[in-house]
């Protein structure tokens, strides 16, 4: 049963930082690209950061470039996005998804091409 599992969300004050973990299980994610979006209320799902099954690739939403850093170990089936200079407009659900084929002329493609999905996890950036 392929699941992916997202944790470390929470309330930061701006400026603060998160790391999300996404838990993989029942597939092989070594072959598999990987996908963070994120959903805010009354928004529609955006990409964040999206990383290629060995790490060989990595794209940024301009909005995060530089503050925001994704990484994965297939050995540990985790992938990571740590999150520094939180901003009250980064406060969203944050979900985490795979594909076989994440990636599109060198950029993460629309999350609706993304297959299987996390349920999300909560940030909220407020002081």
């Known amino acids: 049963q392929w699941q992916l599992v997202e944790s470390g969300g929470g309330l930061v004050q701006p400026g603060g930082s998160l790391r999300l973990s996404c838990a993989v299980s029942g597939f092989p994610m070594n072959i598999y690209d990987i996908g963070w979006f994120r959903q805010a209320p009354g928004k529609e799902r955006e990409t964040v950061s999206c990383?290629?099954?060995?790490?060989?690739?990595?794209s940024y939403e301009d909005s995060v470039k530089g503050r925001f850093t994704i990484s994965r170990d297939n050995a540990k089936n985790t992938v990571w996005l740590q999150m520094n200079g939180l901003k009250p407009e980064d406060t969203a659900v944050y979900y985490c998804?795979?594909?076989?084929?994440?990636?599109?002329?060198?950029?993460?493609?629309?999350?609706?091409?993304?297959?299987?999905w996390g349920r999300g996890t909560q940030v909220t950036v407020s002081s």
């Open positions: 990383i290629s099954s060995g790490s060989e690739q990595t």
């Open positions: 998804a795979s594909d076989y084929h994440g990636f599109r002329d060198g950029r993460c493609r629309d999350s609706n091409d993304y297959t299987y």
